[in-house]
């Protein structure tokens, strides 16, 4: 520290120089905030896993959906609605725009509300994902009609959460100074106090988000919407609480001591304590580097700011308390005197007084709230932001006129590697999308062979087999009347005593037909021997082709007869010319039931799914945007189901039904005997099912870690097993405890449901800020102890860091404060966390769990070490302890 006051000036201008260049030079946070800091999920995520094969196929691509809101009905509007779907269609960077109007009724109403005026357009968003906000734009600009517009899609929701993020850290900033100025006036009735701290923990946040930024430019350092904006609160809550400490100490110091020795005292005690402190805090949050979770691995920009808070710190104030000395307090200069805490004071007495009960109603009271802890919590977005965004607005219209899970389904893909489109693997298809639909918590599959959501009868086989015995039936009742037709010709011939041919072998052929088809069809009902049955009806072809010439000819030779014959045989002429129509048609009719149990025959999944795809039903052109939209790949390799959940995509019970259905999927392709079927989940319920798992594995992985990083930092800093477990304890107790009380306060407000990254951040942040108090008062303790006895040297620690302590909590609390304004709910759930921990852990815990265990233990609070002062202490105070 001397070699810091000798080159004070050299050391504050280039201080000041680097400050301002590596801020000028440096890329801006903010913007590589929004660039680079989305979700990401690690490869072997279900979710990933399936983004990874879309895009392998160019298929990865963003569901938009437009939302169109008229004063009146739909329907008025519609030639106004297609021309700007037509309008969109010529957009490069959108897809596949649907226009509801050219489906059937019933699959219209999942796209219009008539009644409500309210009309849905989906639509793929094939750009860069980085444009996706500007093409909204663009797209609600080129509105011709009378409609209010909106968009939404789930990668504008977090685009939109990223922009609400980056202008609440603008207000974040400016709060945050008006709190530590304001709190530091009325601390110490100063106007010089309040512009120490906020300068020099000025220069280090400019150098630690100048730097944050410069990793994350070159080696990919992880980066998250909310860095900048713990960044900014942390480093002015600890900052200012350091040069509290400081200030406090230095104030004790010109008591007794000239400015400069003041100086080097107060760095030899207390600044021992602050690097102590700081030097955990960037331990502790450097250790978040090891988690797998890049959102949780963000957080580690705070370790690299806490390291330039110290640079600032014991460069900068001990040049600006050199230079101002007794001033730095101005106008109070001359009320320098120490005052000890009038609430630490008697708690810490009390404490002393009664260690075991205090211990014992601390724990016990702590332990009955955070018994009450919910661990339940929220993955909607769409809650941390206001209706005024178009995407919000536009998914609570969907919410409110049609279905949210219509919005947001569930997207399985299917995919073997070979053609998909033919009838075995449509059959199948369509029998897992029948399995899926049943299932609870679904609403509806939309596929191939369901794209308006509901089962096609035609495709079952049963319905398709009475179907076939209805039209075989038809049939026969038709060659009976031709056979009552050829009775009649041939008397009339015969009465006529013309010769045109023995109609009456062609009424015994038509009569043995009719008999074969009985018998085709008994068979067939009886046994369900389709193959059988098509051969059958192939002779029966055979014959009513022969039957057919033969009534041609016959009526040949009556046509030629006509000029000599009455008009009766020209009666006869029609009548077997439309016998011979009605042969080849009941033909063509036998040829197609033969062609559907040919292929009922040879489809192999028929057995399995009772389930039949005609190869016309495939060919149809009318089901040809339905396989543009639910099949791909270049010979069609990968079917789609989207399944369309009755609940709340971004719920639990979301999550819960998408295990149903990934499980019932799995079963059915084994059942189907396609074990070497792949099955891939999308969508949003997908994501955040894996976002669910992958942060709760990394939530308790990384705080072992952290616990056992920080006990093991505080047992080598203070030489003890015991004391670091007493502090982490008190720690993780409080902290349970208030976030058990804050969600019951939040609840009021409706914030009750915790953000799914509340729970990791509030308490790697609160335990890496609490345990700094603990190490004033401890470090405080251990210096006092070398002259005094443990009940006094805690007293005494109590008494001098009371103050201290209680002010830099106020502090800290307004700078997390600054965030509620910010208007995220995760900010405000973890600012509110937060604040209400820290009160109660300075106000409650601190002054009557730390001298209560102190004074249980005794010198086994250095145990297995000596404490300090060694031997001789030991000795001095033997008879005291």
């Known amino acids: 520290m001397k070699h810091i006051l000798k080159f004070k000036w050299p050391i504050t201008v280039l201080m000041l120089i680097f400050t301002v260049a590596t801020y000028i030079l ?14 990401q999920l690690s490869d072997d995520s279900p979710s990933e896993q399936a983004r990874q094969f879309l895009e392998e196929y160019g298929q990865d691509k963003e569901t938009m959906s437009l939302v169109l809101e008229f004063d009146d009905e739909v329907d008025t509007h519609e030639s106004d609605i297609v021309s700007y779907i037509e309008e969109i269609r010529s957009l490069d960077e959108v897809d596949n725009v649907i226009n509801p109007f050219t489906y059937e009724e019933s699959v219209q109403s999942n796209f219009i509300n008539n009644e409500n005026g309210v009309i849905m357009i989906p639509m793929d968003y094939v750009g860069p994902l980085n444009d996706i906000s500007s093409v909204a734009d663009s797209i609600e600009e080129m509105n011709t009609t009378e409609a209010r517009t909106s968009l939404t899609s789930n990668e504008l929701i977090q685009a939109t959460v990223e922009q609400d993020a980056m202008e609440g850290i603008q207000s974040t900033e400016l709060f945050t100074v008006i709190i530590v100025v304001g709190v530091l006036l009325l601390m110490f009735r100063s106007i010089v106090t309040p512009l120490v701290p906020v300068a020099v923990v000025g220069v280090a946040y400019l150098l630690g988000q100048s730097f944050v930024g410069w990793f994350v430019h070159w080696f990919g350092f992880p980066i998250s919407p909310q860095t900048q904006s713990f960044l900014i609160v ?95 307090f101005w106008p109070n200069i001359k009320k320098t005197e120490f005052k000890e805490s009038r609430l630490w004071t008697p708690l810490g007495i009390l404490s002393l007084k009664y260690p075991t009960r205090i211990i014992f109603s601390i724990f016990a009271i702590l332990i009955a709230i955070a018994l ?129 041919g023995d109609l009456s072998q062609l009424e015994t052929g038509i009569n043995d037909i009719n008999s074969n088809i009985s018998q085709i069809t008994q068979y067939m009902t009886q046994t369900g021997d389709a193959e059988g049955a098509a051969q059958q009806l192939s002779q029966v072809q055979d014959g009513l082709t022969t039957l057919s010439e033969e009534v041609a000819a016959a009526n040949t030779q009556l046509t030629e007869q006509q000029a ?42 028929v057995d399995q799914t009772g389930i039949h795809v005609p190869q016309s039903f495939i060919d149809n052109e009318e089901i040809q945007d339905a396989v543009d939209q639910y099949a791909f790949g270049d010979s069609n390799e990968a079917l789609i189901m989207n399944v369309v959940l009755a609940v709340d995509p971004y719920s639990h019970e979301a999550m819960s039904t998408l295990n149903d259905i990934e499980t019932t999927v799995e079963d059915e392709l084994q059942r189907l005997g396609r074990e070497d079927t792949d099955a891939y989940f ?96 401890i470090d405080r303790f251990r210096e006092e102890l070398t002259g005094r006895s443990i009940r006094d040297a805690i007293e005494q620690s109590i008494r001098r860091m009371g103050g201290v302590v209680i002010t830099a909590v106020i502090i800290l609390s307004g700078t997390f404060a600054a965030l509620l304004p910010s208007g995220m709910i995760i900010l405000i759930q973890v600012a509110s966390i937060i604040i209400f921990a820290l009160l109660f852990y300075a106000f409650i815990v601190l002054p009557l769990l730390v001298p209560a265990f102190v004074i249980t233990f005794g010198r086994g609070n250095w145990w297995p070490f000596r404490m300090p002062g060694g031997r001789a202490r030991e000795d001095k105070f033997k008879d005291k302890e």
């Open 372 to 500: 009450f802890y919910d661990d339940e919590v929220n993955f909607d977005s769409i809650e941390e932001l206001d209706d005024g965004y178009s995407t919000v607005h536009a998914t609570n219209v969907v919410s409110e006129n049609f279905d949210e899970g219509q919005l947001f389904p569930v997207e399985v893909i299917i995919s073997n590697g070979d053609d998909l489109l033919n009838q075995e693997s449509l059959s199948r298809l369509d029998a897992v999308a029948s399995t899926v639909a049943s299932l609870d918590g679904v609403k509806e599959v939309q596929t191939l062979t369901r794209p308006a959501g509901e089962a096609i009868e035609d495709l079952n086989v049963r319905n398709q087999l009475e179907q076939t015995n209805e039209g075989i039936a038809d049939m026969q009742d038709g060659l009976a009347e031709i056979s009552t037709g050829l009775t009649e010709a041939s008397d009339s011939l015969a009465n006529t005593g013309t010769s045109g």
């Open 26 to 39: 440096s890329p801006n946070l903010t913007q590589l905030a929004t660039e680079k800091g989305d979700i």
């Open 682 to 777: 999308s969508g949003v319920t997908s994501m955040n099912r894996d976002l669910n798992q992958i942060s709760n594995d990394d939530y308790n992985r990384v705080v072992t870690i952290f616990i056992l990083t920080l006990f093991v930092v505080l047992a080598i800093i203070f030489r003890s097993l015991i004391l670091p477990i007493s502090m982490i304890s008190s720690i993780f107790i409080t902290y349970f405890a208030s976030v058990t009380i804050t969600q019951w306060l939040l609840g009021f407000f409706g914030y009750g449901e915790l953000n799914w990254a509340v729970p990791f951040f509030s308490l790697i942040i609160f335990a890496a800020l609490g345990i700094d108090y603990s190490i004033f008062i």
């Open 564 to 605: 000599a014959a009455s008009e009766q045989l020209t009666e006869l002429s029609n009548g077997l010319a439309d016998s011979a129509a009605g042969i080849d048609e009941i033909q063509n009719g036998l040829e197609e039931v033969s062609t559907l149990l040919e292929g009922i025959s040879t489809n192999e999944a």
């Open 234 to 328: 942390i480093l002015f809550g600890i900052g200012t609480d350091y040069c509290i400490l400081l200030l406090n100490r230095f104030k004790e110091e010109l008591e007794h001591r000239e400015k400069y020795d003041a100086v080097i005292r107060t760095f030899s005690t207390a600044g021992k304590t602050v690097f102590i402190s700081g030097l955990s805090g960037a331990i502790v949050f450097g250790v978040l580097y090891f988690a797998n979770f890049e959102i949780y691995r963000s957080a580690v920009g705070v370790a690299l700011g806490v390291v330039f808070l110290l640079l600032a710190i014991f460069t900068l104030l001990p040049v600006l308390m050199y230079l101002l000395g007794r001033y730095i």
